[in-house]
């Protein structure tokens, strides 16, 4: 695929999608079809009290309900107050993890840079599986998480790693980094099986909306072929045939 004196950079999309922007003149979708994980709904934050607040010492949280992304959220107001130390907020649940899975959440926040964790507790208490995401920026608009199992690490615990199996308890923890003063929201955390990691062993497709006789230049692997086209727009979608990154 070419396109004359343009450059790539990926932009939002959909879930499943990956899109393209070169330049000005073209757009190109990258899509899987079939077989899509199912997400639902784990919590929509319209009962903050489900979520029990939990804060190291000198540091002040208060947990409290406002808008959120659709609907309701979760606020949590922080002070550090100069100490270091953590700030959580946990849920008790009843999950048994399938062989993949994701987990997705929305967030927003006026607090500076702080370390935002993400935990999941089994029933014992005592084996915490994460993934702690250092230096976390907090943005005024909303932006959707998405943790896959491949992010989740063991942190701690008597079984000294392995995967999670079931969880009792997921927690959002905000540890120190820059430390401050501020708020975070917390909205629309969801949960859903995902196919199993296998190797790629189908063959996508190829379609444009120009030129599209030559749009399986694109992947056919060969140097000497290529889609090109001169239209100031045109939109190309590969399609693999299943959710694949």
Do not use: C
Not at 60 to 86: C, M, N, T, W
Not at 115 to 121: G, I, M
């Amino acid at each position: 695929m070419s396109a004359s004196n343009q450059s790539i950079r990926l932009i939002d999309a959909p879930s499943g999608l990956a899109s393209f922007s070169l330049g000005a003149l073209l757009f190109v979708l990258i899509a899987g079809s079939a077989e899509a994980q199912q997400i639902g709904i784990l919590d929509d934050f319209s009962n903050p009290a489900s979520w029990e607040p939990v804060a190291s010492e000198g540091i002040a949280l208060k947990v409290a309900p406002d808008d959120g992304f659709s609907g309701r959220s979760i606020r949590l107001d922080i002070d550090y107050q100069e100490h270091g130390g953590y700030v959580i907020v946990r849920r008790a649940v009843d999950l048994t993890l399938p062989e993949n899975y994701e987990f997705t959440f929305r967030i927003r926040g006026d607090l500076p840079r702080n370390n935002l964790e993400f935990k999941l507790v089994d029933g014992s208490d005592d084996n915490v599986w994460w993934l702690n995401q250092r230096n976390f920026e907090f943005t005024e608009d909303w932006r959707l998480v998405r943790i896959r199992k491949r992010h989740i690490t063991f942190a701690w615990g008597p079984q000294g790693g392995g995967d999670p199996g079931t969880i009792a308890a997921i927690e959002f923890a905000i540890s120190v980094g820059t430390g401050g003063r501020g708020s975070v929201w917390i909205d629309e955390l969801t949960f859903g099986e995902r196919e199993p990691e296998r190797p790629y062993d189908l063959t996508p497709t190829a379609n444009a909306s120009v030129n599209s006789a030559s749009a399986r230049a694109i992947l056919d692997s060969d140097p000497a072929t290529a889609w090109q086209t001169s239209a100031r727009t045109a939109v190309v979608s590969l399609d693999f045939l299943r959710e694949r990154e």
